[in-house]
Structures are given as structure tokens and as C-alpha cells.
């Protein structure tokens, strides 16, 4: 379950679809960086300024579920990664939920000779391009197995 959870995170790491961060205001005069931001200032992170930052995250433009793994295996909170949010521990696990559901009833696989990609188109939010995505039954998997066949023969 710990990989599970890394994939999660890192999905979201990589597939983060709104790429500016609510506005803040300063509420004091404020040096951040040499930089002086007076009071009453509207301020909008950006957030792939820190999900891709390439002194937090190894390989930061790939996708690498390590990112949330120890040396033994086990998940690790990365602070670059930390996000503050009322709902999110209940939106968290049904996410884990959901996906864990699926990954027990399917296999997933691009299409033949067809190779996945990262890419986005830009806008307002930034989402996925179209793809396509072959999601199998496990249990006709087994049953072809069961039948000494492949998956292209059984039908």
C-alpha cells in the first residue's frame, strides 16, 4: 500500500491542473528573497515553481513514485509537496480508495503501439491531452490464463 500511495501523490504532483495558488494579501511589510512586498500587496504563487523545483524532487519532470518512498519502502510526506486544505485528508483517502478499487478489477495499458505521454494543453487550468487507455477485467484476464490463451485470442 505504501507504493499505491506514492503513485497517488505523484499523480497529483505531476497532474496538477490549477497552476497559480489562491491569491494572499500581505498583511505586514515582507522580505522574501531580497525582495520587499509591502503590506496590503496581492501575492499568487505559482505551483509548479515548487512541484518541479529541481533542488526538492530528483528527477522532477518525471514521473517517479520514489519521490514518495524511504530507502525501506515506506511513504514519505515531502515538505515541497505539503498542501493545506480543510477536506483534504477526507478527498485523499477517497482517491486512495477509488483507485485501489480499480487497480483490483482492471488492468490498464495504452493502446498497441501506442506510447503514454505527460503532455497538457495550457489554459484557464491545465489538463491532460486526449489519449486512450485499454482497461481489461481481471477476471478475463484469468480466465484466458485458465484457457492457455493469450489475450488477443481470448474473446
Known amino acids: 500500500m505504501p507504493y499505491t500511495d506514492a503513485v497517488i501523490h505523484e499523480i497529483q504532483r505531476m497532474g ?11 498583511v505586514k511589510d515582507t522580505t522574501i528573497g531580497g525582495y520587499t512586498i509591502p503590506k496590503g500587496t496581492m501575492v499568487m504563487g ?4 515548487v512541484l518541479f523545483d529541481e533542488s526538492e524532487w530528483e528527477a522532477p519532470f518525471t514521473f517517479n513514485p520514489g519521490h514518495f518512498l524511504d530507502e525501506e519502502g515506506k ?6 509537496f ?7 485528508p ?4 477517497e482517491l486512495f480508495l477509488f483507485f485501489t478499487s480499480l487497480l483490483q478489477q482492471f488492468t490498464f495499458s495504452p493502446p498497441p503501439g501506442v506510447e503514454p505521454t505527460l503532455e497538457f494543453e495550457k489554459g484557464v ?6 489519449y ?7 477476471q478475463y ?3 484466458c490464463l485458465s484457457l492457455n490463451k493469450t489475450f488477443g485470442q481470448c474473446h
Open 141 to 143: 484476464i484469468t480466465t
Open 90 to 93: 477526507l478527498a485523499r483517502m
Open 125 to 130: 487550468i491545465l489538463r491532460p491531452k486526449p
Open 75 to 80: 511513504f514519505k510526506r515531502r515538505d515541497a
Open 16 to 26: 496538477n491542473i490549477i497552476p497559480l495558488n489562491v491569491p494572499r494579501m500581505a
Open 46 to 49: 505559482t505551483l509548479q515553481s
Open 82 to 88: 505539503f498542501r493545506m486544505c480543510l477536506g483534504e
Open 132 to 138: 486512450k487507455l485499454c482497461a481489461v477485467p481481471l
